[in-house]
Nanobody, 126 residues
Framework: QVQLVESGGGLVQAGGSLRLSCAAS????????MGWFRQAPGKEREFVAA????????DYSDSVKGRFTISRDNAKDTVYLQMSSLKPEDTAVYYC???????????????????WGQGTQVTVSS
């Protein structure tokens, strides 16, 4: 059973930056494809970014491409989401997700992940 704990959320002004972290336990981290999703009030959970097991293949939603960077440190069992040039529309609860895989690919759909963190709030003021 994979456990995920996010941290790093908070309140930031538009144009600012934040780095989210997600620490994983319960499974060999390098076996896990990892992703970040977000959910704003009244909206469905949406894909933000994904990374494969080895960290050399990345994917982003169009809304964050060029502003957010996903990365992982397999020695620290942690995945990161560096967020820059933040906009008020980035305000949401951000969730980390994990899925053990036998192949080294990234996953874009929430239904493809079976482990989720509790979420961390990111609020961007205008």
């Amino acid at each position: 059973q994979v456990q995920l704990v996010e941290s790093g959320g908070g309140l930031v002004q538009a144009g600012g930056s934040l780095r989210l972290s997600c620490a994983a336990s319960g499974r060999t981290f390098s076996d896990l494809a990892m992703g970040w999703f977000r959910q704003a009030p009244g909206k469905e959970r949406e894909f933000v970014a994904a990374i494969n097991r080895s960290g050399n293949r990345l994917d982003y939603s169009d809304s964050v491409k060029g502003r957010f960077t996903i990365s992982r440190d397999n020695a620290k069992d942690t995945v990161y989401l560096q967020m820059s040039s933040l906009k008020p529309e980035d305000t949401a609860v951000y969730y980390c997700a994990a899925q053990p895989l036998g192949v080294d690919i990234f996953l874009r759909r929430a239904t493809q992940y079976n482990a989720w963190g509790q979420g961390t709030q990111v609020t961007v003021s205008s």
